[in-house]
């Protein structure tokens, strides 16, 4: 598991794109055959990938965590974006079809992954935060999330929302999450921009063709930077950043967020008039 921590706003003005890119970048998550995992010192959230072919996956109780078990203390948020598998929870199968969602909650001992077909295997993108109380272990189809839908065409940003994990779907402690899509010829996300000082998050960009990539916006509202990012890589947003990307096709996201609240709402859109 690598490890993330966290970087003053301030610090942050004077990054170059290598040190942007160390910092808020994370590449290779979802890689045939391996679970790989990154702790962010934001809200001490953890994400990654599991992508089981021949043989099944579990999730590592990692040194770091010093815990009798992954999720003796956290929860964890699964989204298969891959063909059909199986997530096992303490000997209960869960199958998830692409785009089907399974919250696991705390005190779950042990998390298995498998692809129902090797060649073509599932892809598990995961999101835990730390977690005070268990709530049950629940599974979202695409038709059970809420659906909420944002922008125009005009503005080349007309987008659906898919929320599973969040005040009003599968309950949890801390963690929010669901995935975001572009309608064809749209390619903004979250424009206008905005910051939640009360969470942080993460995007996973996916289902972007490897030879396009989104020029992904960051930094405070006033003082903004941009990373290059390719299919299947994620950033890492903190309290005080702006998270929107422009992309050269359309693509589909999934964010997660963990925090103070878990009220979707509680954002600060920033002013147009003000960016820079
Ligand atoms: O805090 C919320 C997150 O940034 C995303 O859900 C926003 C998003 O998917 C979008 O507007 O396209
Ligand atoms: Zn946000």
Redesign the pocket.
Same mark, same amino acid.
């Given at each position: 598991m690598q490890t993330r921590y966290g970087v003053h706003f301030d610090h942050f003005k004077t990054y170059t794109t290598d040190q942007t890119r160390e910092e808020f970048l994370v590449t290779g998550l979802l890689r045939a055959g391996e679970i790989n995992l990154v702790y962010s010192h934001y809200d001490r959230f953890i994400f990654g990938g599991a992508v089981p072919t021949t043989q099944p996956l579990a999730l590592p109780n990692d040194e770091a965590l010093r815990a009798a078990c992954f999720l003796e203390r956290r929860e964890l948020g699964i989204l298969n974006l891959g063909a059909a598998g199986t997530v096992g929870v303490d000997g209960t199968d869960y199958h998830l079809e692409r785009f089907d969602c399974l919250y696991v909650g705390r005190g779950s001992r042990e998390v298995t992954f498998r692809s129902a077909h090797p060649g073509t295997p599932a892809r598990f993108y995961l999101n835990s935060a730390p977690a005070h109380c268990p709530y049950p272990t629940t599974k979202f189809t695409q038709a059970q999330a809420n659906r909420v839908e944002?922008?125009s065409q005009e503005t080349a940003?007309e %987008?659906v929302?898919y929320?599973y994990i969040h005040e009003n779907g599968i309950k949890s402690c801390q963690l929010?999450m669901?995935?975001?899509e572009l309608l064809p010829g749209n390619v903004w996300?979250?424009?206008p921009p905005?910051t939640?000082e009360r %969470?942080m998050?993460v995007?996973l960009y996916f289902d972007l063709p490897e030879d396009q990539l989104v020029m992904h916006f960051m930094g405070q509202p006033t003082e903004t930077r941009h990373l290059a990012v390719r299919n299947e890589e994620a950033v890492i947003?903190p309290p005080w950043s702006i998270?929107?990307g422009a992309g050269t096709s359309a693509y589909r996201?999934v964010?997660g967020?963990a925090g103070e609240n878990q009220a979707?709402t509680d954002?600060d859109a920033a002013p147009l008039a003000s960016v820079r």
């Amino acid at each position: 598991m690598q490890t993330r921590y966290g970087v003053h706003f301030d610090h942050f003005k004077t990054y170059t794109t290598d040190q942007t890119r160390e910092e808020f970048l994370v590449t290779g998550l979802l890689r045939a055959g391996e679970i790989n995992l990154v702790y962010s010192h934001y809200d001490r959230f953890i994400f990654g990938g599991a992508v089981p072919t021949t043989q099944p996956l579990a999730l590592p109780n990692d040194e770091a965590l010093r815990a009798a078990c992954f999720l003796e203390r956290r929860e964890l948020g699964i989204l298969n974006l891959g063909a059909a598998g199986t997530v096992g929870v303490d000997g209960t199968d869960y199958h998830l079809e692409r785009f089907d969602c399974l919250y696991v909650g705390r005190g779950s001992r042990e998390v298995t992954f498998r692809s129902a077909h090797p060649g073509t295997p599932a892809r598990f993108y995961l999101n835990s935060a730390p977690a005070h109380c268990p709530y049950p272990t629940t599974k979202f189809t695409q038709a059970q999330a809420n659906r909420v839908e944002l922008g125009s065409q005009e503005t080349a940003n007309e %987008r659906v929302l898919y929320q599973y994990i969040h005040e009003n779907g599968i309950k949890s402690c801390q963690l929010v999450m669901g995935f975001t899509e572009l309608l064809p010829g749209n390619v903004w996300n979250t424009f206008p921009p905005h910051t939640h000082e009360r %969470r942080m998050e993460v995007y996973l960009y996916f289902d972007l063709p490897e030879d396009q990539l989104v020029m992904h916006f960051m930094g405070q509202p006033t003082e903004t930077r941009h990373l290059a990012v390719r299919n299947e890589e994620a950033v890492i947003s903190p309290p005080w950043s702006i998270h929107s990307g422009a992309g050269t096709s359309a693509y589909r996201f999934v964010w997660g967020m963990a925090g103070e609240n878990q009220a979707f709402t509680d954002m600060d859109a920033a002013p147009l008039a003000s960016v820079r």
